[in-house]
């Protein structure tokens, strides 16, 4: 069976709340048996990295620079592309939903790629520059929808 992947973005620094929420973001979709993917560094990508393994999930980082050992210690494989920002085209065509977890304008310009590539995007709490990127109130609501599980589960 082929796993599905589901990239949780943000900001590489974020406060206590936003990375609780960005945790359970992983956790559950590691639960859910996804590949969780990140820009493999800290903060909400940090935060989500952690929860999919603790939950027994397989990480993925996408990181911006060319060496490996930048990762945050969560990220179980990762991709060193050395393409800084342009990173996030890879991230954004690898994933088949994004959960935008708080975030700043990288955040802001992932939405966009993954909007303009049809993508679902959910927001928690993060930007909603569009009618297609679908609000979320909680990690539980976020995971359903990026899955798109009709019964929250």
């Avoid at 909400?44 to 999930?57: H, I, P, Q, T």
């Avoid at 992932?110 to 995007?121: D, M, P, T």
């Amino acid at each position: 069976m082929e796993r599905r992947i589901v990239a949780v973005i943000g900001p590489g620094t974020c406060d206590d709340e936003t990375a609780e929420r960005a945790r359970e973001v992983g956790e559950r979709l590691a639960g859910a048996g996804c590949v969780v993917l990140t820009g493999g560094l800290g903060g909400v990508m940090e935060a989500a990295s952690k929860g999919a393994r603790e939950a027994g999930g397989l990480t993925v980082g996408i990181l911006p620079d060319a060496r490996p050992e930048t990762a945050n210690p969560f990220v179980e494989l990762a991709i060193a592309t050395g393409l800084g920002e342009a990173r996030n085209v890879v991230l954004v065509n690898t994933a088949e939903a994004l959960i935008a977890v708080g975030g700043g304008y990288g955040t802001l310009s992932e939405i966009a790629l993954a909007l303009r590539s049809g993508k679902r995007v959910v927001s928690l709490g993060s930007w909603e520059p569009d009618a297609a990127v679908r609000a979320a109130s909680s990690p539980e609501e976020a995971v359903a929808v990026a899955l798109d599980r009709s019964v929250l589960t």
